[in-house]
């Protein structure tokens, strides 16, 4: 019986290891940075937005009081990254070329 309870426990060890997500490859990918004015200071509460440039698909942001900004579970695929605040110039980058299970630092 205690040779049972063992083989059991160790099975569903095995089970619950073997479906954890960090023993899968991602097919996603994510960018992020840190928005600052020319001076160098950061710029907090600046929207991030991303366009997926083949399918139109949009994600969007907010930069955290330190400037920095994440958007994750992304197709890999070609993006526009434009970055909005207001008394700000906006600036947008084209051709923004996300690869799978990277995270690209703009």
Known sequence: MKSSLCSLALVLIFCMVAASPAWSQAATAAVTGTVSDPT?????????????????????????ATGKYLIAQLAPATYRIEIKMS????????????LVGTTSAL
């Open 40 to 64: 160098g200071a950061v710029i907090p509460g600046a929207e991030v937005t991303v366009t997926q440039a083949s399918t139109g698909v949009i994600r969007t942001a907010v930069t955290d």
């Open 87 to 98: 008394g700000f110039k906006t600036a947008v980058r084209e051709n923004v070329e996300l």
